[in-house]
């Protein structure tokens, strides 16, 4: 039964809402051919089983066990195409992705000039929303045109392109080296947890310092600057180094804030940020004291993202009440949340400037 349970197409209906649900019928009947295709059929049979079972849906005669593949692979794509044609899915990487999209196939069709105004739309799209991988791919496709048609709109262009082309590549590298430091960091602290003692703190601290790659923290963009404070965050958390978690976690934070924009394109990475924000000061015995001065009674990512917060975003929901419901429990009151109140704003006195009562055998030092 467990087994069963792990069907991709299964799991994915059921995790359809009912106005997704709708939206996928009003997008299969747009042509009447459709109405009473096979793979709307399996959608309505799916749709009404309270678990996957083969066996229920080839008694039903609507496909042999031969097709069955095929038909549940041509309904789970179709699911998706609706999912993105949904307007509460749409978001900047769709819409760079899908105007990259639009000049791909005006450029097949011979329509270059067409095709280069798109692209230089959705690249400016794209820098000013710090996606630059995709803005790396406009750029290469922009060189593919400019290679086999000739514009001759700007004197310049070639020296132009080549010169975004090594930025946008310098800046992906480098957020490419911090994001796996990051991870790999992360991925010692669930292998190891934290260091036990010199030998390992040495161990650590050298690993860290041979992969950290050189940077000048003036040229850093929001996305470098975000993976260069999480991988001196989990360094700091395996060292049990808290001033130092409090440090980057409240760097990571303040980068959101600087940045509002980006609390929309990535809610859980700011949740996050404030998640280990609380974490630190809790190690560092001020979170008590911190919680007294901001008004976390009501759940602040509701008054950031409002409707844009979607009932799929589960894990976005845990987070958050995590970090509101962390705060009854260190305060042990358990009264109904206020959702009244504005969010909380990061503004608690600096324990790096404050002598801070901690465990001595906690806290190794490097």
Not at 143 to 170: G, H
Not at 200 to 229: A, V
Request: hydrophobic share 40%.
């Amino acid at each position: 039964m467990t087994k069963e349970q792990k069907d991709n197409l299964f799991v994915l209906i059921k995790s359809l809402s009912k106005s997704e649900k709708r939206q996928f019928k009003l997008y299969v009947g747009r042509l009447g051919v459709n109405e009473d295709s096979k793979f709307l059929t399996l959608f309505n049979i799916l749709e009404k089983l309270p678990f996957y079972d083969e066996s229920t849906i080839l008694k039903k005669g609507v496909v042999k066990k031969q097709q069955l593949s095929n038909l549940k692979a041509h309904l789970y794509k179709q699911i998706l195409i609706s999912l993105r044609l949904n307007p509460s899915h749409q978001n900047i990487r769709i819409q760079i992705r899908e105007q990259l999209d639009f000049a791909t196939i005006l450029y097949h069709k011979g329509l270059y000039k067409q095709s280069l105004k798109i692209l230089d739309k959705a690249k400016s799209l794209a820098i000013a929303n710090e996606e630059k991988n995709i803005a790396y791919e406009i750029v290469e496709l922009e060189k593919v045109i400019e290679s086999q048609y000739i514009t001759r709109s700007i004197s310049s262009r070639a020296d132009e392109l080549t010169i975004q082309a090594k930025e946008l590549s310098q800046q992906n590298v480098l957020a490419s080296k911090l994001s796996n430091l990051s991870l790999q960091l992360y991925g010692l602290f669930l292998k190891t947890g934290y260091v036990k003692n010199d030998k390992e703190n040495k161990r650590i601290t050298k690993y860290f310092n041979d992969r950290l790659p050189k940077y000048n923290i003036n040229t850093l963009g929001f996305r470098e600057k975000l993976w260069l404070y999480k991988a001196y965050l989990w360094y700091s958390f395996l060292t049990q180094d808290f001033l130092a978690c409090y440090k980057y976690a409240s760097k990571w934070v303040t980068l959101f804030y600087d940045h509002k924009d980006q609390i929309v394109l990535n809610p859980v990475f700011f949740l996050k940020g404030n998640h280990y924000l609380l974490e630190s000061l809790f190690f560092l015995y001020l979170a008590l004291e911190y919680l007294k001065k901001q008004n976390l009674k009501q759940s602040f990512f509701f008054y950031f993202f409002g409707k844009r917060l979607q009932t799929c975003e589960l894990h976005l929901l845990s987070v958050a009440h995590n970090i509101v419901l962390g705060h009854y429990f260190l305060e042990q009151r358990f009264h109904v949340l206020n959702y009244e109140t504005p969010p909380f704003q990061h503004s608690c006195r600096d324990p790096l400037k404050h002598q801070v009562k901690v465990y001595p055998q906690a806290v190794v030092r490097s």
